[in-house]
């Protein structure tokens, strides 16, 4: 599964590329700290999944998540921010965010939805090939 990390930490982004690499089956195809970056990088790479921080750079990536969400070929995209708050939930559900975690202290809960991720699509996989 190809995961592609936008963070405008680029010490954050680091870990999540590390733990993410000694995942089997997982495959960090890149990093970008700003939108221009991640929207051309999503739509070069074509990643199955985005982590996407709510700020890049200063910006607002609920804007970037409509338009990555908004694409036929649409990713499952994980947010990743310091607020979780119901209303800002509610946000990131109505932009099209399959999932919006916490930035500071969600990493294992993150890499576990991946791993489901992951193992769902290898379900599929096998489901669709024995028919």
Same mark, same amino acid.
């Given at each position: ?18 733990? =993410?690499? $000694? ?8 990093? #970008?700290?700003? +939108? ?6 999503? !739509? ?17 990536? =609920?804007? $970037? ?8 070929? #649409?990713?499952? +995209? ?6 979780? !708050? ?46």
């Amino acid at each position: 599964m190809k995961v592609f990390i936008a963070d405008s930490s680029p010490l954050l982004s680091k870990i999540l590329e590390t733990r =993410l690499s $000694l995942m089997n089956g997982i495959e960090v195809v890149g990093r #970008a700290h700003d +939108v221009a970056s991640t929207l051309e990088a999503i !739509s070069k790479l074509r990643p199955h999944l985005v982590m996407l921080d709510v700020h890049l750079l200063g910006k607002n990536g =609920l804007d $970037l998540l409509k338009a990555v969400t908004s694409r036929a070929d #649409a990713p499952f +995209v994980m947010m990743l921010s310091d607020d979780v !708050s119901c209303t800002y939930q509610k946000h990131c559900a109505d932009a099209g965010a399959d999932f919006l975690l916490y930035k500071a202290g969600d990493l294992g809960k993150a890499l576990a939805i991946v791993e489901s991720i992951l193992q769902r699509s290898v379900v599929a996989l096998e489901t669709n090939e024995g028919v």
